[in-house]
């Protein structure tokens, strides 16, 4: 390894320093989530719990799994998952729910 | 050879392309995941439309206090594994064998603390079938639900585990590189069995509790 290559080395701190924030901001969002779960809002608690848990994902995805820095083919593959997922759910409860 | 080339396998042409292509078909391979929970997830859904105060009433004994520190456990295990591709991505061999063995630690953590809240289950008799404790019917709906989702994402767990322990080991051997592109795969897959996570805590672990 070159001299200049051992000098522009990162530190251990330095590569963990951003995913270390993302942690702490997922384990406020978690403590929101669980804290919420026993206020007197019914009967919204279930939607806002969920609506944490995809701000939750959503971090996570972003951040952790460096979405933020990945190819626009990576993304797309990533949201033809959600894609798909959203026909699934649709269509299943447009019968569910319309049922008498 | 130098540990880049030996990295870097037919038919990319460099180690960047290299690891563009773990990382699209992990992707792929997760998309197809998204749909195999998402049905599961979809499934609860329906039975919670159907049955809602059965599900409220079933949901309460499941065990907060466990499944809070499991969310904790892997939350945390992300960031290590995080680092550990980052490090891996800086070639820097010690501190990623160091994170992929923490991560483990977490991962095994899980599964020892799922274990005893499963044991606390039984004892309570919560497990569809004759003697289910509570009167409802489709309370057990809830708790087959409770036990297929949670056994379904512990093999997925058991699977990272076992993966990220062998990779972990074939860097400490120096069979591969740490900047292999290994790593992008296995800290995509280890991510995605986090976030299936986050989804189930809030539907199995914070229903009924008011």
């Known amino acids: 390894m070159s001299e200049r290559e051992q000098r522009h080395r990162p530190t251990v701190w330095q590569l963990a320093r951003e995913p270390v924030l993302v942690w702490a901001a997922l384990l406020v969002l978690l403590a929101i989530s669980a804290v919420l779960a026993h206020a007197p809002i019914a009967p919204f608690n279930a939607a806002v719990n969920l609506v944490i848990a995809g701000v939750m994902i959503g971090l996570l995805a972003v951040f952790l799994m460096n979405l933020r820095m990945a190819s626009a083919l990576v993304r797309l593959v990533a949201a033809s998952g959600l894609f798909w997922l959203v026909f699934m759910v649709a269509l299943t409860f447009t019968d569910y729910l319309s049922r008498p | ?34 749909l195999f929970f998402g049905a599961l997830i979809t499934a609860y859904g329906i039975y919670r439309s159907i049955h809602p105060a059965a599900f409220l009433a079933a949901a309460k004994h499941t065990e907060l206090v466990y499944g809070t ?119 995509t897959y280890w991510h995605f069995v986090d976030t299936v996570w986050i989804l189930l805590f809030p539907l199995l672990y914070l229903v009924g509790r008011i």
Not at chain 2, 10 to 23: I, N
Not at chain 2, 122 to 133: D, I, M, S, T, V
């Open chain 2, 1 to 34: 050879m130098s540990d880049v080339s030996a990295a870097v396998r037919e038919p990319w042409p460099d180690l960047t392309v290299q690891r563009q292509g773990v990382g699209l078909g992990i992707w792929v391979f997760l998309a197809s995941e998204v």
């Open chain 2, 69 to 187: 520190i499991n969310t904790v456990l892997l939350l945390t295990s992300s960031v290590t594994m995080t680092v550990a591709l980052r490090a891996a991505e800086a070639r820097l061999r010690r501190a990623t064998i160091g994170c992929l063995a923490v991560t483990l630690v977490l991962g095994v953590g899980f599964l020892l603390c799922k274990g005893l809240e499963y044991r606390d289950d039984l004892r309570e008799g919560f497990f569809p079938g004759a003697g289910f404790p509570l009167a409802d019917p489709p309370t057990q709906l809830f708790w087959m639900l409770y036990w297929i989702m949670t056994g379904i994402h512990a093999i997925h767990l058991s699977a990272g585990i076992l993966v990220v322990g062998v990779v972990a080991m074939l860097f400490w051997r120096r069979v591969l590189p740490v900047q292999d592109s290994t790593m992008e795969g296995i800290a």
